[in-house]
């Protein structure tokens, strides 16, 4: 991810970064020339380090001018940073969640700055996380109110002061923690997105005229008016944004997808092909989780315990098995051992194999002063075990040295001319083909499954937006798309290799 965090935040060139360990002095520096400290004492290195975001405004010259950290849970002593919600909810009332809020640990800035350093730091932290509403300022105890108020001083958002809702008889408002608290809707106020009609053709083509001249040339100049009109009982929306009266951005959706096509070109095999999993396609996966086979089930039985190991669970898997009949033995993991099942096949190798050191040492020259036989060896052996299943085996804790293979001399696959060695690596090809056939075919067949349940995606067909309007906004426009497909779970958006990354692409995964 780029240092860079936010480049347009208002004039003069004034713009954020994320706070690097370089600028530890000059936030020292900062601290030092200002007055007035919302929290002391605090540890610069460990915040840039620690926090969750920590950013710095910097100048023209790029020179830091103001800093600010933050984390996902209240800096108060005594609270628990994994369970402050319900400290939240019954101090304050109020019902903040821990995956859409942030607090301020840290806010220092010059003085030349501090009546818009907080508002533009907010705006640029909201607009890069579309998933965070809330950023809370907690105030420490005896912290001096115009330490605080010098941040807010802007009257173009409102900060929310919240007092503790449960207060005995001694309070005293400065004698207790409270906090102010930024909404996302008074920072970057969501766009307004409905339906289009047949009065926004013009805006609508002249907004995708920009990004695809294509379009209008092909069909027309009234081609939205027409599917809005002439076509209603389409599968296909459209929904845009307007703002004062004019369209400012507009996304044409498609509920006709190609689902064979899909299927056949991409692995959506998690996604059930992009179709509703009928009872029995969701039974066949749950019977295909090897983990919940070896953990679920006999943790569900009360076979099993969460804090068991395979050993005492195998004892109480015995132990349930009626008499008469004979268990079947799970495959556990040992310290070390190493199990061969195919002891007889192992044996018949070995029979017929000795060691090279009872061949003379003029055995090379015996075959014409070169000595493939090694190689060769290993390439029969290699070609004779793929003919049978194989080895199902669990090695754990080996020394290196004992699996090192000896170099060995079979009397059977002895080369007595070159005849004889190119049609023993003709036979390993022949074989070593048909085994990859054989795993490509049970791929393909995989691959092949078709899922034989309802429609569960839609597609985007057309996005765009005006010029002034930014794509990091594009997300409301992905929120309003699934109210308006209220009965589909998945949203498609096909993009060309030549295409330019945008901010909407980050919603989406990768298939």
Same mark, same amino acid.
């Given at each position: 991810m780029s240092i860079y965090f936010n480049f347009d935040v208002g004039p003069k060139g004034r713009r954020f970064r994320r706070a690097i360990d370089g600028d530890k002095a000059d936030i020292e520096y900062i601290i030092k020339k200002t007055y007035g400290e919302v929290y002391g004492g605090a540890d610069i290195g460990s915040l840039i380090e620690l926090s969750t975001l920590s950013i710095c405004m910097i100048d023209v010259n790029k020179d830091v001018i103001g800093f600010m950290a933050l984390s996902d849970h209240p800096n108060v002593p005594g609270v628990s940073q994994v369970d402050w919600e319900i400290w939240m909810r019954n101090l304050f009332q #109020?019902?903040?969640?821990?995956?859409n809020t942030l607090f301020i640990h840290y806010i220092c800035c010059l +003085?030349?700055?501090?009546? %818009?350093?907080?508002e533009e730091a907010l705006t640029s932290v909201f607009t890069q996380d579309v998933y965070l509403n809330n950023i809370v300022v907690m105030i420490p105890h005896g912290c001096p109110e115009d330490h605080i108020t010098r941040y807010l001083a802007s009257k173009k958002r409102n900060f929310y002061k919240y007092l503790p809702s449960k207060m005995g008889s001694g309070f005293r408002e @400065? !004698?207790?923690?409270? %906090?102010?608290?930024?909404?996302?809707?008074?920072?970057?106020?969501?766009?307004?997105? $409905? @339906?289009?009609? /047949?009065?926004? !053709?013009?805006?609508i083509v002249e907004i995708l005229d920009k990004k695809c001249p294509q379009l209008k040339e092909l069909y027309g100049e009234y081609y939205i008016s027409e599917i809005i009109s002439r076509h209603p009982t389409m599968k296909r929306k459209v929904i845009v944004a307007a703002y004062q009266d004019h369209v400012i951005g507009v996304m044409c959706l498609n509920a006709e997808v190609n689902y064979e096509n899909l299927q056949n070109t991409y692995e959506l095999h998690p996604y059930y092909g992009l179709r509703k999993a009928t009872p029995l396609e969701k039974e066949l996966k749950k019977r295909n989780n090897i983990l919940l086979k070896t953990f679920g089930e006999p943790i569900l039985y009360g076979r099993w315990g969460p804090f068991d190991r395979t050993s005492k669970a195998? &004892?109480?898997?015995?132990?349930?098995? *009626? *008499? @008469?009949?004979?268990?079947?033995?799970?495959?556990?993991?040992?310290?070390? #051992?190493?199990? %061969?099942?195919?002891?007889?096949? =192992?044996?018949? $190798?070995?029979?017929?194999?000795?060691?090279?050191?009872?061949?003379?040492?003029d055995y090379s020259v015996k075959l014409g002063g070169t000595s493939p036989t090694v190689s060769l060896l290993s390439n029969a052996s290699v070609a004779e075990l793929l003919d049978e299943d194989p080895f199902d085996y669990e090695i754990v804790n080996i020394d290196t040295k004992l699996l090192k293979v000896p170099r060995v001399i079979? $009397? +059977?696959?002895?080369? #007595?001319? &070159?005849?004889? $060695? &190119?049609? =023993?690596? =003709? /036979?390993? /090809?022949? #074989?070593?083909?048909?085994? =990859?056939?054989?795993?490509?075919k049970k791929q393909e067949e995989t691959s092949k499954y078709n899922y034989s349940g309802e429609p569960n995606a839609f597609i985007i067909e057309l996005f765009g937006c005006r010029e002034d309007v930014d794509y990091k906004q594009s997300f409301d426009f992905l929120e309003a798309a699934f109210e308006a497909m209220k009965d589909y779970d998945y949203c498609i958006l096909r993009m060309p290799c030549t295409e330019k990354s945008y901010p909407l692409l980050q919603h989406f995964c990768v298939s």
């Open positions: #109020k019902y903040f969640l821990s995956r +003085d030349d700055v501090a009546d %818009f350093f907080l @400065g !004698n207790c923690s409270y %906090f102010y608290a930024a909404m996302r809707q008074d920072f970057c106020p969501k766009l307004k997105i $409905r @339906g289009a009609v /047949e009065e926004d !053709n013009d805006d195998k &004892q109480k898997v015995d132990e349930d098995i *009626p *008499p @008469g009949e004979t268990a079947v033995e799970p495959r556990i993991k040992t310290s070390s #051992k190493v199990i %061969f099942r195919h002891i007889s096949l =192992t044996e018949d $190798r070995y029979d017929r194999v000795y060691m090279k050191k009872d061949v003379s040492d079979s $009397r +059977d696959y002895e080369p #007595k001319s &070159q005849s004889d $060695r &190119q049609s =023993t690596l =003709t /036979e390993f /090809e022949t #074989k070593l083909k048909r085994r =990859t056939s054989v795993m490509a």
